[in-house]
């Protein structure tokens, strides 16, 4: 999975590894109504790094990254993130959504807009950039993804590959200093996949931090600085790759694994 | 094809080109059998149809055509006995009452007025609907104020007599509101340059509003009382269709929000306004709205309907556009939310766009059916082209057996050319923005 993406524009996030933590979770929990989703969660991510998360399904992953953008909210704890707090206050949560980039497993392109118009609206909108320069920035990001020529499209005219690829270069555009990912692959066909990946490698190359709910374990192997694993909404084993996938310690590690590594 | 069945083994190693389908049957007969008579059931169903349109068909163009008086000056040319011949509908009665119609009891030296607001009224639609028209943007603040102004100056005579202390009293409240608005604006830390525009443009678009509503522009006081016919049956939908969406939208809005209060009480005017009949809502506006306001206010008695068919049209509006909201995925909420946009950008810009594309068959249907129910204004006493008809046709001079049928094809007719337009108006947007973006 070599890429061959070079990296002109360095992300913010490159600059200053050694300065405070990018993400902090701290004794973090949160109910849906009387279920439990989220059961003191506390996890440190330091600028730079790249986490994949993973486990079965309803296992609170999801959940877990969403509340750092705060489509969720948390209910008990603390979540700080670039150094701001998630409160109630909607300014701090504008502050926080500005500069955490997102990936959704359905994409969420807006089916109404151009491709361009896609990747434009948001530095228009939020960032107040003058229509020529968003144009350029987005101009940047879709050739980064290797899809200019589809600028003038619509959504719906594009496969599921390209769609992501744009919804990631959509991101970028806001120059994130973190970037979610929520099963970015998940919806895709699987000739897809790859080229979807690819992008996120590139991105992973550059120092962008990244938290990647996923199960793409050669993509967690290659990337990867940590690897989480969840199941009942609690964190239950964090290593790095290479220990996670060579010697899972919680005996549901194991078993998850034997089940996807068949 | 065969090559595959019996094989174990198979690699192509050729593509199949593409071709036509094998050749469809064409021409009319082969479409009717096709179409009309493809079975037993369809055969019949073909001949009882055949049948029904034999009976109804012929006696209708004999009436409203063959058979139709199109000249005369009362009702001997309408009546069989007089006329000498089998008489159907009475044109003739329609053409010498067009102006009654069309005018109502608008004052005869001053109708070129009402022509004046047609006009307006035409210009200001083809502008906003012709989706290739230059620009646009202008042709809203027209629409949305130069054609209001300019129809109330031309329709009533303007002419307002403010006194000078009324203008002492809006050149304070003018410095009031620009100061608020220039201190909010620092409150909030945005731009005060731009606070300061937005107070002088609201207040000079005011100011302007009541200079040329005060200007003595020598025209003739036409009171509401003799406004009439298709003018009113005309001011009436627009007032109510240009008034019931964005008000619709803010409702929907409301019954979605958050907010407890702001959600009950969208959900209380909505449950209520829709709960009782139009003519309720009239008589109410008609007769209770004068009760609510102070004892020297009086509310014109055009006025008050107008208001009840905006409140009423509101309400259906509120809840076409809800069921747009509904529709949206909760993915384009969230993908608006991660990029940082705040509510009213997010609404304004991904989700209302999208939300109003879905249900514009529900909001045309709407129009269509406010365009309609303004002939019930009628029944507090406005004098709209229904009412005119009846009114009419009861003459003495026009006392022709067939008046009655006549009055009423030409109300049908009338309704039926605005209706069908608005319905293929929006079957061609919609079209056209299918074509846009296909899924």
């Known amino acids: 999975m070599a890429t061959t993406m070079t990296a002109q524009h360095i992300p913010a996030a490159a600059v200053d590894p050694q300065a405070e933590a990018a993400v902090q979770m701290i004794d973090v929990h949160k109910w849906y109504g009387e279920f439990h989703v989220l059961r003191d969660i506390n996890l440190n991510v330091r600028r730079g790094e790249r986490i994949v998360i993973c486990g079965p399904s309803g296992s609170g992953k999801s959940t877990m990254i969403r509340c750092i953008n705060r489509l969720e909210e948390h209910q008990k704890g603390r979540i700080i993130v670039d150094g701001t707090e998630l409160t109630n206050d909607l300014k701090r949560i504008d502050e926080v959504r500005r500069d955490v980039g997102m990936v959704f497993q359905h994409f969420n392109l807006f089916p109404h807009l151009t491709i361009l118009e896609n990747c434009t609206l948001a530095p228009i909108w939020v960032k107040k950039m003058p229509r020529k320069e968003a144009e350029e920035v987005a101009m940047h990001y879709l050739t980064r993804v290797k899809i200019p020529e589809q600028a003038n499209k619509y959504p719906g005219q594009l496969s599921g590959g390209q769609q992501q690829r744009v919804a990631i270069a959509r991101s970028l555009c806001m120059s994130p200093k973190i970037m979610l990912f929520d099963e970015p692959t998940s919806a895709l066909d699987p000739e897809m996949v790859k080229e979807v990946l690819d992008t996120m490698v590139g991105l992973a190359d550059e120092g962008m931090t990244m938290l990647c709910v996923t199960h793409e374990m050669g993509f967690a192997r290659q990337v990867a600085d940590r690897v989480i694993f969840m199941d009942y909404g609690q964190i239950v084993e964090m290593n790095t790759p290479d220990e996670f996938f060579r010697n899972p310690q919680h005996e549901r590690t194991r078993l998850f694994l034997s089940q996807i590594l068949h | 094809m065969s090559t595959t069945v ?351 594309r879905i249900v514009i068959p529900g909001i045309v249907n709407t129009f269509i059916g406010l365009f309609k129910d303004t002939s019930l204004v009628a029944i507090v006493g406005i004098f709209d082209l229904v009412k005119t008809i009846e009114a009419s046709r009861i003459d003495p001079n026009w006392a022709a057996p067939t008046i009655s049928y006549t009055g009423y094809a030409f109300a049908a007719f009338f309704y039926f050319i605005f209706c069908w337009g608005m319905s293929r108006y929006s079957l061609g947007v919609e079209r056209r923005l299918a074509a846009g973006q296909r899924h």
């Open chain 2, 6 to 356: 019996d094989m174990f083994r198979y690699v192509r190693d050729e593509n199949v080109e593409a071709s036509p389908p094998p050749n469809l049957a064409r021409g009319p007969i082969a479409w009717m059998r096709e179409n009309l008579f493809s079975g037993p059931f369809n055969t019949i169903l073909t001949l009882v149809v055949l049948y029904l349109l034999y009976v109804s068909i012929p006696p209708l163009v004999e009436f409203l055509f063959i058979n139709a008086v199109w000249t005369g000056a009362d009702r001997d040319a309408c009546r069989a006995e007089t006329a000498g011949h089998p008489v159907g509908a009475c044109w003739a009665f329609v053409i010498d009452k067009i102006n009654y119609f069309v005018y109502g009891s608008y004052p005869a030296t001053e109708r070129w007025r009402v022509d004046g607001f047609f006009a307006l009224l035409a210009i200001g639609v083809v502008w906003l609907l012709w989706l290739r028209a230059p620009r646009r943007d202008l042709g809203a603040v027209y629409f949305f104020w130069l054609f209001p102004l300019l129809s109330y100056i031309l329709l009533t005579g303007g002419n307002w007599d403010f006194r000078d202390s009324f203008w002492i009293g809006f050149i304070v409240f003018s410095i009031l509101l620009v100061a608020g608005i220039a201190l909010a604006a620092r409150a909030l830390k945005t731009s005060m340059r731009a606070g300061l525009i937005v107070g002088i443009g609201i207040v000079a678009v005011i100011g302007i509003t009541l200079a040329l509503v005060e200007i003595d522009w020598g025209l003739e006081h036409v009171p509401t009382a003799l406004w009439g016919g298709i003018l009113v049956t005309l001011l009436v939908a627009t007032v109510g269709i240009v008034f019931s969406l964005p008000f619709g939208i803010l409702l929907a809005l409301g019954r979605r929000s958050k907010l407890p209060v702001v959600r009950l009480a969208s959900v209380i005017f909505i449950e209520f306004v829709r709960g009782v009949p139009l003519i309720t809502v009239l008589i109410m506006a008609n007769t209770m709205l004068p009760l609510f306001l102070p004892g020297d206010m009086t509310v014109d008695r055009l006025a008050r309907p107008l208001v009840g068919v905006a409140f009423f049209a509101s309400a259906y509006m509120a809840e076409v556009v809800r069921g747009g909201l509904q529709a949206m995925p909760k993915g384009q909420y969230e993908g608006a939310m991660s990029l940082g946009l705040n509510y009213p950008q997010m609404m304004i810009l991904i989700i209302l766009p999208q939300a109003l």
